[in-house]
């Protein structure tokens, strides 16, 4: 029984950093990626970043250069550090574990229930 565990959303500033985390309970294995996601109300679920077991990363065009995915394999924890917030940046995050992107697919894999996010003055 695979959980995942999101943490640390909260309200933020503009400008302001924030660092979500993704504790998965089991850990006798690892996952062969991680991804966060997020969605505001009224929008498509977008990817945000993903890290693969091997430390390959990938961001979305909106957030690169401000957000850095990394994960702790022992630790089974995955986290989205989040600079240079924006308004727009405001959303649900997700976080999706999965064993193969071609089996699972981008629906796939096990889900948290998710963490908000709101970047507002």
């Known amino acids: 029984q695979v959980q995942l565990v999101e943490s640390g959303g909260a309200l933020v500033q503009p400008g302001g950093s924030l660092t979500l985390s993704c504790a998965v309970s089991e850990t006798d294995f690892s996952f062969s990626a991680m991804r966060w996601y997020r969605q505001a109300p009224g929008k498509q679920r977008d990817l945000v970043a993903a890290?693969?077991?091997?430390?390959?990363?990938n961001y979305g065009d909106s957030v690169k250069g401000r957000f850095t995915i990394s994960r702790d394999i022992f630790k089974n924890i995955t986290y989205l550090q989040m600079n240079s917030l924006k308004p727009e940046d405001t959303a649900v995050y997700y976080c999706n574990a999965i064993v193969s992107r071609i089996t699972d697919g981008p629906d796939g894999g096990y889900w948290g229930q998710g963490t908000q996010v709101t970047v507002s003055s």
């Open positions: 890290i693969t077991i091997g430390g390959f990363t």
